[in-house]
C-alpha cells in the first residue's frame, strides 16, 4: 500500500487484511507496554490544514506506538496563514525526510493531489479532505461494527459484515465520513441506507451503492447498526437546510424513542463530536449500545494497522 | 522438483515432538511454571503438539491452553524494510502471563537466528520470565547471531542455497521437512503459503 486516499482503494481482501492487522495491533494496545519497534527511524507528518482534535491525536498515538517520529503541523501559526501553497508545503516537508504525510485539508481532493501531482515520493493518507472521504474513520467504523457482530455470524470476522444492515442517519452532505462508509461497507458486504431530509443527501446520490430514505422511523426497527452524523452547522453558510434545529431534531434525530424502535442488538454509532441533543440524544449517546468510546480506542489499531502497512515493507518511500 | 527430497516424514516428526515434550520436562524438573510459545505460523502449531504431549506424559501439567500460546515477532524484525508488507501472526498468551514463568519459545526452522532475536525482544514487552528456552524441530546451521538452540529435533547441514521447509498437517495438509537445491520450485504446498515465506533461506534472513 502506497497511499489510504480513498475507501475505494480498498477491495474486499485489501480492506479484511487491513482490519486483521488492526485485531493484532488492538492486542498489543492491551498491554503493559504498548510500544512497538517497528517503524522506528521512520517520520510522519500530521499536516492538519483544518481543526481536528481526535484524528489527530489519533493518528499520532498511532504513530508513537510504533515508535515512528511525529511531527505535528496545524495551519495555524505556520507558513501557510503566510501564504504558502500546498505544494510548497510538500516539498518543504519532503526536504525534512518525511516518509509518510498524514492530510487533512478543508479542500476536497487535496490529499489525492498531494500524492500524484509528482511533488514528493512520500506516502500519503487522507485524513479528511472537505466533503470528500475520511477512510481511516470507516475502516475505524468497520472494525467496530465487525467486532460487535461477529457473534451473529458464528465467531467469524471475515464475514462478519455480509448482509449487516447499516442506516447512515443525518447530514450526508457535508459528511465526508458517509461517503467513506458507503463505500467501505458495501465493500465488505453490508447494505447501507442512507436516512436523511431531500436537502442534505448529495446530487448524485443515486449512483452511490446504497438506498436513501426520508423516514427514519421506518428503517431503524430493520436494522443491525445506525451511525449518526453530526450535523455540520460550520459548513451551512447562510443555512436554509432544514427549517430549524427542533424540526431537524424531531424527524432525523436519535432519541430515547427511537432507541427502542431498534432491534435488541443493534448498535448506536457517531463519528464524533456529537451535537447532543441536536442530532442524537444523550439517552442515544450514553446508552448501553453507543459504541462511541469504543470507535475512539479503534481509532488508534486502524491507524496502527494503516500506518504499518504504508511504512512497513520494503516497497515503503 | 526432482531433486527435493524429504529428511523428515510424519512418524519421524511425531516421535521428535515426543522427544522435544520429554526433555523440556526432565530439563524443567516437571512442569512447574512452563508456558509453551510458538512463532506463527508452523511454529505455533508445534507448540501446541508439543504441549498435547507434555500434558500426556505429565497428567499434572494441566489442561493444554493454560501451557501453551503463540508469539508473533514480525513487528520486531530487523528485515522489515527489505521485504513487502507482511500480514500480522497472532499473539496469544496463556491467562497466567509469562511473568517469572520459564517459557520455551518453539519454532520449525533455525538458521540465522534473527527471528528467535525479534522474539526475545517481542517476549520482554510481553512480561520478565524467569528463564528462556528454545525448541526447534531442524536446525539448518548458518547463524548469524550468537543463539542456539536448548531441544533440537534434527540437526540438518545445509548449503546456504538449498531451502529447508517444513510442512505440517495443520498448515500444509501433510507432515514433512523438504530439502530443494537452489533454483527449483519449492516444493507446493497445499495450503496457501502466506507468511511462511519467512522460513525461506533465500533472502538469508535464515
Not at chain 1, 506516502?123 to 475520511?134: F, I, K, L
Not at chain 2, 501453551?68 to 514480525?74: A, E, F, H, I, Q
Not at chain 2, 510481553?126 to 550468537?146: C, I, K, N
Amino acid at each position: 500500500m502506497k497511499h489510504l486516499l480513498s475507501a475505494a482503494d480498498l477491495d474486499r481482501e485489501g480492506a479484511l487484511a487491513l482490519l486483521d492487522v488492526a485485531e493484532e495491533m488492538a492486542a498489543t494496545q492491551a498491554r503493559e507496554i504498548k510500544k512497538l519497534p517497528t517503524l522506528r527511524g521512520r517520520t510522519v507528518v500530521n499536516l492538519f490544514f483544518e481543526d481536528s482534535t481526535r484524528t489527530r491525536i489519533s493518528f499520532e498515538a498511532a504513530a508513537k506506538r510504533l515508535s515512528a517520529d511525529v511531527i505535528t503541523f496545524s495551519a495555524k501559526g505556520s507558513s501557510v496563514s503566510k501564504g504558502e501553497s500546498l505544494k510548497d508545503t510538500a516539498l518543504t516537508l519532503q526536504a525534512m525526510g518525511a516518509d509518510a504525510v498524514v492530510l487533512r485539508h478543508s479542500a476536497s481532493g487535496a490529499a489525492h493531489r498531494l500524492a500524484h501531482a509528482g511533488w514528493s515520493g512520500v506516502g500519503v493518507v487522507n485524513a479528511g479532505d472537505g466533503t470528500h472521504e475520511h477512510p481511516t474513520q470507516a475502516l475505524l467504523d468497520a472494525f467496530t461494527l465487525r467486532r460487535r457482530l461477529r457473534e451473529r455470524s458464528g465467531g467469524d470476522l471475515g464475514g462478519a459484515l455480509d448482509g449487516a444492515r447499516v442506516a447512515v442517519v443525518g447530514d450526508v452532505l457535508h459528511s465526508r465520513v458517509a461517503r467513506s462508509n458507503v463505500l467501505l461497507l458495501r465493500t465488505l458486504g453490508a447494505d447501507v441506507t442512507l436516512v436523511a431530509p431531500p436537502t442534505l443527501l448529495p446530487v448524485g446520490v443515486e449512483a452511490w451503492p446504497c438506498r436513501t430514505s426520508w423516514d427514519l422511523d421506518a428503517v431503524l426497527p430493520e436494522v443491525d447498526a445506525v451511525m449518526v452524523l453530526r450535523v455540520q452547522r460550520e459548513r451551512m453558510g447562510g443555512g436554509g437546510f432544514f427549517p430549524s434545529a427542533q424540526e431537524y431534531t424531531r424527524r432525523f434525530g436519535l432519541d430515547g424513542r427511537r432507541l427502542r424502535l431498534l432491534p435488541e442488538h443493534a448498535l448506536v454509532m457517531h463519528p464524533g463530536p456529537m451535537n447532543r441533543g441536536l442530532e442524537i440524544s444523550a439517552e442515544a449517546a450514553d446508552s448501553p449500545r453507543s459504541t462511541i468510546v469504543e470507535q475512539v480506542s479503534n481509532g488508534v489499531a486502524v491507524r496502527m494497522a494503516a500506518l504499518y502497512l504504508l511504512l512497513a515493507g520494503e516497497d515503503a518511500a | 522438483m526432482a531433486s527435493a527430497r524429504p529428511v523428515l516424514e510424519a512418524p519421524e516428526i511425531s516421535r521428535i515432538l515426543t522427544r522435544i515434550a520429554h526433555e523440556v520436562l526432565e530439563r524443567n524438573r516437571g512442569a512447574d511454571d512452563l508456558v509453551l510459545l510458538g512463532i506463527p505460523t508452523r511454529g505455533a502449531h508445534l507448540a501446541r503438539r508439543v504441549a498435547e504431549r507434555l500434558v500426556a506424559a505429565e497428567p499434572g501439567a494441566g489442561p493444554v491452553e493454560e501451557l501453551v500460546g503463540s508469539l508473533d515477532v514480525t513487528m520486531h524484525r530487523d528485515d522489515l524494510r527489505r521485504r513487502p508488507v507482511r500480514a500480522l501472526g497472532r499473539t496469544h498468551v496463556p491467562p497466567r502471563g509469562v511473568d517469572d514463568r520459564v517459557v520455551v519459545l518453539v519454532d520449525d526452522v533455525l538458521a540465522s537466528g534473527r527471528t528467535v532475536r525479534a522474539a526475545l525482544d517481542a517476549l520482554s514487552d510481553l512480561g520478565r520470565p524467569r528463564a528462556v528456552r528454545l525448541a526447534v524441530l531442524v536446525d539448518r546451521g548458518h547463524r548469524q547471531l550468537p543463539i542456539r538452540a536448548d531441544h533440537v529435533g534434527k540437526n540438518l547441514p545445509t548449503a546456504a542455497e538449498e531451502s529447508v521447509q517444513v510442512l505440517l498437517e495443520e498448515v500444509d495438509g501433510q507432515d514433512a521437512v523438504v530439502i530443494s537445491g537452489p533454483g527449483e520450485p519449492r516444493p507446493p504446498a497445499t495450503a496457501p503459503a502466506g507468511p511462511a515465506d519467512r522460513d525461506e533461506p533465500a533472502g538469508g534472513a535464515r
